[in-house]
């Protein structure tokens, strides 16, 4: 199947950031194995990483890696290895979730701005976390329902000026959702052929779907999409994910060593 | 009548700030002679002057300098000058009005805040001829009645902390009001028991009340009270000086040569 999804998987988005081994195993076990016994089969795993034309030599380094980070588990079942999630790599991973598959409607249509006392009342990381984008020292932009630190000046948003976008996106996130999104609407048209897709190609589609869309949607908080400028279209991207994943449910592990 | 509420207003309130004689004819046709027709006679200028221990030279100096700034006319009737507001200085008195006479319950109750695009957007002249008190560079406060420059991101505020009027708060002013309300809070004390003010006295009084309050509220925004420290004490002294003026009502200029 020439240009078809799988190809294009391939070719525009795997090719989007790094390829990090250990990175899309996260996004594999995170989609596909996430539920407290699911397992992936060591042949299985070898299956849908040489689809994703990744070198068993690769895939080994990386689960060892993980493992190391008690991110994986690797148990022997007679001959076979079966890979799960420990508890740890667990909870990372349904952490993330509501970032990750969230739809765009929970999305929060408000923002607030936020002001600390000082440039040293809360780390530039620890305002990230809390969900909170720097605009300039001291003063934060998040959405309405982010919870701003005890003590800071937190004032909900009325209206948002057109230069707020200029001074708090991230340039070249911009682009990086440009190209996803290009990529993602490429995608949308192939898979508009493509039928009968099996449970195998399904796992591999997903996996670079989220996989292409989990590496820059962990990279910023989720804010309105009023905030940004009209060329951001980390908004669209969601909704496209979103319909994408629907359109391509998520298979049962058993299912992907028979196809 | 020793400690009388008119030994208060020269010992206390008069001595508050800089004696400037052309400030102070200023504030007394601001108060007695605002209206259209008022005018002051030389002879009553000279003894309210005179009351307040204002030398005749001082105050013939004032009065130049005011008709060159176009602020005063004097015209002879007879061997008698009549001094005036000109329209100019009638129109600037009239502006200031709300500031120095409004009512406590008129000042807003809540205040928000506002940030430029840039810190050349607006001079901070501009930005506090506009009501807005400077935070940090490009974030002013003000009244959540005042109008914020076009293009400029406004935001109501909801909780203020306690940090925030450290931030702001002029310390020369939290001082200068301090001095201002214990000078006020004794004349009112004297007053109780001072009865039977004739008009003179009381024309003396209100100048004097009205000077000192005039050039602290003149120097900033009318903000809501909980922006501000515990120590201040602007909004009280407005409460003192209403309360005083009430009780002191603004006298006849026909009555004032008679007492």
């Not at 800071?152 to 959702?177: M, R």
Request: charged share 20%; glycine share 4%.
């Amino acid at each position: 199947m020439d240009r078809s999804a799988l190809t294009i998987a391939q070719n525009e988005l795997t090719s989007l950031g790094p390829q990090r081994v250990w990175s899309l195993l996260v996004t594999v076990f995170g989609d596909l194995a996430q539920s407290e016994n699911d397992t992936i089969d060591g042949p299985v795993l070898s299956i849908l990483m040489t689809d994703m034309a990744i070198k068993p030599e690769a895939v080994r380094v990386a689960l060892h890696r993980l493992r190391n980070d008690n991110w994986i588990t690797s148990a022997k079942h007679g001959r076979t290895s079966r890979h799960s999630l420990t508890e740890h790599g667990r909870q990372i991973s349904a952490a993330a979730n509501p970032r990750i598959y969230g739809p765009p409607q929970d999305t929060a249509k408000n923002w607030q701005l936020v002001m600390l006392e000082s440039t040293s009342s809360q780390s530039r990381t620890a305002m990230e976390k809390l969900g909170f984008a720097p605009l300039m020292p001291r003063v934060y932009v998040g959405a309405s329902d982010a919870k701003p630190p005890k003590n800071a000046l937190a004032l909900p948003a009325v209206k948002t000026p057109a230069w707020l976008s200029a001074q708090f996106e991230p340039k070249d996130l911009v682009q990086d959702y440009a190209a996803l999104h290009s990529a993602l609407t490429k995608l949308e048209h192939a898979l508009a052929k493509d039928h009968d897709l099996n449970a195998r190609e399904i796992a591999v589609l997903r996996s670079a779907i989220v996989h292409s869309w989990r590496r820059l949607v962990l990279r910023h908080p989720n804010l309105p999409r009023q905030l940004y400028s009209d060329d951001w279209r980390g908004h669209d991207c969601r909704v496209l994910v979103m319909e994408l994943l629907n359109r391509l449910p998520r298979p049962a592990l058993s299912e992907i060593a028979l196809s």
